[in-house]
């Protein structure tokens, strides 16, 4: 069980000084997925940037590149971030040989594939809590443990309005892995946004294009690595915008299907992937999934 082997850590084990000490020629790149989040983004952008010393020539930076993933805003998520100091990639624009795609699985799959670092740090676009010790917690046990494939954030999730966060996380992802996956049953926030791994390793993995990503990727890369090698870091607090229970039930439902995709014995290919609703709407879930990017004709790592 990965309760019992799991490298467990806090975001305060690690400061800015030793983890510079630690980066060598590693390069890091943090990556922001983003659709219609100008409330939120400019603040996380400028924390990074000013922080860990980006785009000031007299300070190493920690952080290599900080690239927003703008999944065809409609407000200005991307004119915010780029005036904070990222660099905004269009999802559009990446892989556009590999096909249309849709979901937030299909715009990290992309963001590895748009940026250059060694390590990719997967920062969620909403947050309200985000502090410059995420990304330190993240990328600790990575440059101080060369055996550490993965590192899940966890975290404290206070309520808004009565309404608490990782409702998905309880009611589905937590039970379906419990049930099918039990050694990853340690995971404390399976369906955490938070999480940073390294390219040789992502580049192994497909990523299931809806909010079944994290999931998949979760199994997969305990799959090929070993649970073992999967580390938690307590990031303190998350903050972020909780949606309506009615909206989670697709979300819900992808995260099934990437568990079953990977379970022994079953055959995704017949299982349903509409949400019918009593009252006669559907919904398509977003099951499909991008190959590993070593598989991809046109990717090139930066």
Known sequence: MVAEKARVYS?????????????????VS???PARDEATTIGPIIDSIVTHFGLHNEHRSPLV?????MDDDSTDATASIACAAGAEVVCVADVLPDAGPGHGKGNVLWKSVAASSGDIVVWIDADLRSFTPSYILGLLGPLLTDPDVA???????????AGTGGGRTTELMARPVLATLFPDLSGIHQPLGGEYASRRVILEQVPFAQGYGVETGLLIDIARLAGADRIAQV???????????????TVQAMEVLHAALRRAEGVDSTVLSTVLARPEGTTIDAQVTERPPLRDTADYRPR
């Not at 975001?11 to 390069?27: H, I």
């Not at 290599?64 to 927003?68: A, K, L, P, S, T």
């Not at 993965?150 to 808004?160: A, T």
């Not at 998350?238 to 949606?243: D, N, T």
């Open 11 to 27: 975001a305060s084990n690690f400061s800015l000084a030793d983890l510079l000490a630690q980066k060598g020629e590693t390069t």
């Open 64 to 68: 290599d590149e900080v690239i927003v």
């Open 30 to 32: 943090v990556c922001v």
């Open 150 to 160: 993965l590192v899940k954030g966890f975290y404290e999730r206070p309520e808004h």
């Open 234 to 248: 307590d990031l303190g607090t998350r903050s972020h915008r909780h949606r309506p229970l009615r909206s989670l």
